[in-house]
């Protein structure tokens, strides 16, 4: 994007040394605009939009692997992320950095567990036609923790924060949500390492007080390959 900006402006000035020659301030004009949507493109993909590649089996079959997302950069400027949204951030272990993709299936105040393969958030079973099969593990939170097929996990291993920054023992606490790949069996998780954080440093966890936790933002859309391309919802 800096080079098609650089071009439009060297061409720019090249033109501009013989101003009297209509075919040139034509062309100057043309020129201009390009420069303007050129640097308008660059100012929304640096502060509004970004692209993302798709690394991992994950997310399939709603993403699959070297999918090109869309993704709203400010999405969670305006609103806090929300059950559903398919959203790219920091995840709270080792990582190679590039974000995490999953979908929030708690956010904060969610009561959530998952048995026999079905989703209950607040009590009430979640249709997920987006799932690639039925998840072959349970899981709840309860007693300040997420259990998983009935063993806790570890504020040592997993982001889960002290009993004192939840609001009840069995609700997602403020700031922290519970994130899942749509193959949800082959997916590096909540369920493994505990719960995403929207900011500050993370408070439990391999990376606890050392690195700041992130939302980057929300998925919009699949915009490449064109066999693949929609909406996401």
Partial sequence: MFALVRLGLSVRTLAADDPR???VAVLREYLDA?????????LLSTYVIRTYYIPSVSMVPTLRVEDIV???RLAYNFRPPHDGDIALFRPPVAFEGSPFVKRIVGAPGDRVRIANGVLYRNGSAVAEPYVNEPTE???RIAHYDIYVNGVALSPRTADIPPK???QAPNRIPRGFYLMLGDNRNYSDDS???GFAQFSGKFVAGPLAGKVRARFDGKALA???PFDHLRILH
């Avoid at 420069?35 to 660059?42: E, F, K, P």
Wanted: hydrophobic residues 70%.
């Fill in 34 to 42: 390009l420069i303007v949507a050129g640097l308008a493109a660059l």
């Fill in 21 to 23: 020659s209509s075919a």
């Fill in 164 to 166: 004192s920054m939840w």
């Fill in 70 to 72: 869309l993704v709203d």
């Fill in 191 to 193: 369920h493994i390492w």
């Fill in 222 to 224: 699949i915009i490449w």
């Fill in 137 to 139: 593990y349970d899981l």
